[in-house]
């Protein structure tokens, strides 16, 4: 089974400073692992995707994130928010070796506090 | 390039009836794929295309929930008769390959009174 743990419901963070919004992640095998940024009433924005290589990829609009093997987790980051950058953000995984397709975290809403 | 088409944006309907949700995916994207998004959640997948076979539906409720793409292109997700338990947002994505990031349609808010 493949599952994903985002902790916080959410985070609020100043303009200027650093974001990080958690994920961790559960596969049986070797994972590829997203995250999607949702606006209200939009659908799923693709931000960046970790397949394999470089543990620390980077994505659209400023923001990367780091694979972590040994923590099974994929945090993403963002060194200096922005006031647009609130959002609801997903972590997704799935197991290369399965044929089963993506599972989402539940999310978490990120608030950039002007 | 145009993006994932999807229509109506909003539905509102009593329980017992029937909807029809239409996607359109992005041009050359083989794999297509059917979410619902419950308020507070993440997607959850109902069905996904590989051209015009679906080759996982197991997520989708069989009783009442039917979709179809014929030609390979758009696709169509019913709900026949709707539940109260149905209201949620239903996207649809695309994607080019297994390994692809998807990309999501605007999604229609159904709402069963």
């Known amino acids: 089974a493949q599952s994903v743990a985002q902790p916080e419901d959410q985070v609020n963070v100043a303009e200027g400073n650093p974001l990080t919004v958690k994920c961790t992640y559960s596969?049986?095998?070797?994972?590829?692992l997203f995250w999607y940024v949702q606006y209200p009433n939009r659908g799923l924005q693709f931000l960046l995707k970790?397949?394999?290589?470089?543990?620390l990829v980077k994505g659209s609009y400023g923001f990367e994130a780091e694979f972590n093997k040994s923590q099974t987790s994929f945090h993403l980051k963002k060194p200096s928010a922005l006031v647009s950058d609130s959002a609801l953000y997903f972590c997704?995984?799935?197991?290369?070796?399965?044929?089963?397709?993506?599972?989402f975290g539940s999310g978490t809403q990120l608030t950039v506090l002007p | 390039e145009a993006g994932v088409v999807q229509s109506p944006r909003y539905k509102i309907i009593e329980k017992k009836q029937p909807v029809a949700f239409w996607c359109n995916p992005i041009?050359?994207?083989?794999?297509l794929y059917w979410y619902r998004q419950n308020l507070g959640q993440g997607p959850e997948l109902l069905i996904r295309?590989?051209?015009?076979?679906?080759?996982?539906d197991s997520q989708l409720p069989k009783d009442r929930f039917s979709a179809e793409r014929l030609k390979g292109v758009d696709s169509t997700l019913k709900i026949q008769p709707a539940e109260l338990g149905d209201s949620a947002v239903y996207l649809c994505?695309?994607?080019?390959?297994?390994?692809?990031?998807?990309?999501f349609g605007p999604g229609t808010r159904l709402t069963v009174t």
């Open positions: 994505a695309s994607s080019s390959g297994s390994a692809a990031e998807q990309y």
């Open positions: 596969v049986s095998g070797n994972p590829y």
């Open positions: 970790y397949i394999t290589g470089d543990n």
């Open positions: 997704a995984v799935r197991d290369i070796g399965s044929a089963r397709q993506l599972t």
């Open positions: 041009s050359g994207h083989n794999t």
């Open positions: 295309y590989e051209n015009e076979e679906a080759v996982d």
